[in-house]
């Protein structure tokens, strides 16, 4: 997806310009491209933030009406539903508030490969039931 190569090297701010498949995609091609140490910045709002969220939401309405894209579609999500997502593609996710003395209700993820268990960490169960 060409548009979402241009979106990895620009940032991950517009994610909610895109539809719900197209973000996938977007996030897909950037885990593909991630390195071991990597870290995936995304900066989105949070659908569930309340009055705060309507703020975020009617600035984008009015960005696309003064740039003449009256039809711009958005698809927002909840933290909630950003995180599920990450999680689904394999990325763990560290989540931090970006609207502190603002009125909109951004959130920032930072995203990183989820650790795959190595022997060294892998838990063992050390317990002694059914041991007589």
Do not use: Y
């Amino acid at each position: 997806m060409r548009i979402g190569i241009q979106l990895l090297q620009d940032g991950l701010d517009v994610l909610h310009m895109l539809s719900p498949e197209e973000q996938e995609s977007v996030l897909a091609a950037a885990c593909a491209s991630l390195t071991a140490h990597g870290r995936i910045v995304v900066r989105e709002a949070d659908a569930g933030g309340g009055w705060r969220f309507a703020m975020v939401a009617i600035g984008n309405r009015l960005k696309a009406v003064a740039f003449g894209d009256w039809r711009q579609r958005f698809a927002f999500r909840t933290a909630a539903e950003w995180q599920a997502c990450f999680q689904r593609l394999g990325l763990r996710c560290a989540t931090q508030d970006m609207g502190q003395g603002t009125p909109f209700a951004n959130v920032l993820f930072v995203l990183s490969r989820a650790a795959a268990a190595s022997p060294s960490t892998r838990r063992t169960d050390t317990s002694t039931a059914g041991v007589a």
